[in-house]
C-alpha cells in the first residue's frame, strides 16, 4: 500500500513562541496528585512523544492541554493563546484523536466526515480528509462495518478536517494489528513532513522512537527525562543490554542473590547493573568483549545459565532503568 499524500493546504511550521508552553502546572485529586509542577515546551512543527505508565499523570496533562481539565494552578499556552481567552480560537485551530472514539455506527464515512467538517470556519474538504487517511474505498461504507485501523483511521481524518496547528494524537494505534499500525505511522509521518506540530502518547516505544522528534518520560506527576530519542538511549551508558538469569536462581525463589554483581561491574565496558523479576540486565558498550566476560566471570562464580540474550538498547530499556516498571504496568 503506498503512503498516503500530504494533504494540501497543510499550515507550514509557524516562526515564533513555542506551540505548547506549559509552566509550574499542577492538578490534585481527592486521593492523589496527578501533575506536580509540570514544565514542558513543544516547539512548532515538533512531534513531541509523552510516554508515562498509567498513574503518572499523563492523561491528566494532555487532557488539560486539550482543555477538557481545568488545572489547579499554572500555566497553560497553545500557539499563544489560552483556553480562559482564547477558546473559540484554539478550537478552530488544533485538532485531537482520542485513544477511542464513538460515532454513530449507522453514519457512512462521508457524512460523519461532513458533519465534522461543519464544526471549522475553514479547513480541509471532505474529499481531501478522505483521501489523506485512505479511505476512498470506503467512503459510502458505514462506520459500523468499519475495521479498527479504519475507524482509527477515520478518527485521524475526523482529527485533521479543520486543518489544524496543532495535532494530539492519544494513544492512535492501541488495539490495531502490524499492518494497520504502520499504515498509521505513515500518515504521521506526512502529517510530520507538512510541518504540523504533534502531541503524541503511545505505549508502544518504537512507536515512538519511530516518531517523535523528542520525547518526555513522566511518571508521579513529573517529566523525568526529556530528550531525542537517541540522546535518551545514550544515557543510560551503553548501546546494547545484556540479560540473563542462572538456572539456580530461577529454581529457587526467582531472587538471583547468588550472583556476585562487583566482579560483574569490573569488566570493561559494563556501564550499570539492575535486576528485574530474577532476570540480569547488564548496560554493555561493547558487546564483543563484554559478553565472553560475562561467560567467563559465571563460570568462575560456579553458576548456569538458564537464559541469555542481548539486545541493542530502546527506549524500553531506558524507561525500565528511570521508573522500575514496563510502560504497560498498572
Request: proline fraction near 5%; aromatic fraction near 4%.
Amino acid at each position: 500500500m503506498n503512503a498516503p499524500s500530504s494533504p494540501k493546504g497543510v499550515p507550514a511550521a509557524i516562526p515564533g513562541g513555542p506551540a505548547l508552553l506549559l509552566k509550574s502546572l499542577r492538578k490534585s485529586f481527592t486521593d492523589v496528585t496527578a501533575v506536580d509542577g509540570l514544565d514542558l515546551e513543544v516547539a512548532r512543527g515538533e512531534c513531541f512523544g509523552l510516554l508515562g505508565p498509567n498513574g503518572a499523570g499523563k492523561t491528566t496533562t494532555i487532557e488539560i492541554c486539550e482543555g477538557l481539565t481545568d488545572p489547579d494552578s499554572g500555566t497553560v499556552e497553545l500557539l499563544g493563546l489560552n483556553w480562559q481567552t482564547g477558546a473559540d480560537q484554539l478550537r478552530q485551530r488544533i485538532g485531537i484523536q482520542l485513544q477511542e472514539t464513538q460515532f454513530p455506527e449507522k453514519l457512512k464515512v462521508e457524512e460523519t466526515l461532513r458533519l465534522f467538517r461543519s464544526f471549522f470556519k475553514q479547513g480541509l474538504s471532505v474529499d481531501e480528509s478522505i483521501k489523506t487517511a485512505q479511505l476512498e474505498e470506503k467512503r459510502n461504507s458505514r462506520v459500523g462495518g468499519l475495521s479498527g485501523g479504519q475507524k482509527q483511521r477515520l478518527a485521524m481524518a475526523c482529527a485533521l478536517v479543520g486543518n489544524p496547528e496543532l495535532l494530539f494524537l492519544d494513544e492512535p494505534t492501541t488495539g490495531l494489528d502490524p499492518q494497520a499500525r504502520r499504515h498509521l505511522w505513515d500518515l504521521v509521518d506526512e502529517l510530520k513532513r507538512g510541518g504540523r506540530t504533534i502531541i503524541l502518547t503511545t505505549h508502544y516505544m518504537d512507536e515512538a522512537e519511530r516518531l517523535c522528534d523528542r520525547v518526555g518520560i513522566m511518571d508521579h506527576g513529573r517529566i523525568i527525562a526529556l530528550g531525542t530519542p537517541q540522546e535518551l538511549i545514550a544515557s543510560i551508558g551503553g548501546e546494547h543490554i545484556v540479560e540473563f538469569s542462572t538456572a539456580s536462581a530461577r529454581a529457587a525463589s526467582e531472587t538471583p542473590h547468588e550472583v556476585e554483581v562487583a566482579p560483574m561491574l569490573a569488566i570493561p565496558g559494563i556501564q550499570s547493573h539492575r535486576v528485574d523479576a530474577g532476570l540480569h540486565q547488564l548496560s554493555v558498550s561493547h558487546l564483543h568483549t563484554a559478553v565472553p566476560a560475562i561467560f567467563a566471570e559465571l563460570t568462575a562464580q560456579g553458576l548456569d545459565l538458564s537464559e541469555f540474550r542481548t539486545h541493542s538498547a530502546t527506549l524500553e530499556d531506558v524507561f525500565v532503568g528511570l521508573t522500575g516498571r514496563t510502560l504497560r504496568d498498572e
